[in-house]
């Protein structure tokens, strides 16, 4: 079986990147800009954000940071968006989800200038990228295709499976999609069929042995943090976890990826892919 390495491949994305953040240096005499507005106190928001802002300084792009308070009302948040979306320093503006409570991250969303969305969250760029004509890309969705892609596993004519969205990328890459949700029946005997699973249900460790096929490439989305067994309380230690019983389908899958260090490096290397192309659509080119 082979471990599919996001940690590796987002390695090797980020040095392009590097090479293209220079360059773009070189010829507008700025560097491109990620800004984040980070509302409350969540925690693996917190570690998101930092973990994005960092992989942002290793392909020099200048960073911006508004963090405000859970009790934060929507006008402020709105305001801080627009901030950003008048600064020329910013080429793309991340807002982190999920939100506190009584924040609507849909609304939120509708004053994001779409020309500085790097998540490919406001409408208009979902609507373009079903149009065929992408601006950006959804990072976990993108980051697993590049992954596929670049790991040389077949998807033309191949069946996948995608337990949660990602459905559009595959079906573009030729495979033929099944898409499965909450209401699914007999999911086991669907993602048995499948050569190709992808799964990002937020279910720890839900999917396992049973349910491939031998061979099978599995992508493993969902991260969660878990009491771990192995340390009995009060110490209260954590492991992290995914969707997939790992130890379960190991030699038994074709590929996988673990986790963490599978799909979670490969969306942040999508994320500054994303925002280095807005920053040469911004600069004109
Ligand atoms: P989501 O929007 O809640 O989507 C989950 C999907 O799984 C939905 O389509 C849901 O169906 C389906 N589902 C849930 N339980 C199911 C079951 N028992 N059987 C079949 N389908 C089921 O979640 P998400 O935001 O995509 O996140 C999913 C996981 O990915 C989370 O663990 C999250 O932390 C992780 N994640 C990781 C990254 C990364 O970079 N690695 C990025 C984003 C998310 P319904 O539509 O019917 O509810």
Redesign the pocket.
Known sequence: MRWLDGKVLSRQIKKEILEESQAFQRQHRRRPGLAVVLVGDDPASQVYVANKLKAAAEVEFASFETRLPSSAKEADVRAAIEKFNRDADVDGILLQLPLPKGLSAERLLEGLRPEKDPDCLTVENIGRLWAGQPRTTPC?PWGVMEMLRREKIPLAGRHAVV???MAHLLLSADATVTI?????RD?SRITRDADVVVV????PE?LGRDDFKAGATVID????RVPDPAHREPSGKTRLCG?VRTKEVEGWVGALTPVPGG??PM?IAMLLKNTMALARAHAGG
């Not at 499965?180 to 699914?184: A, E, G, I, L, Y």
């Not at 990002?200 to 279910?203: E, F, L, M, V």
């Not at 989305?221 to 969660?224: S, T």
């Open positions: 976990t337990i949660g969205p499965c949700h909450s209401k699914t999911l990002a249900a937020g279910r839900f989305v969902g991260i969660h969707d799909v979670g969306t």
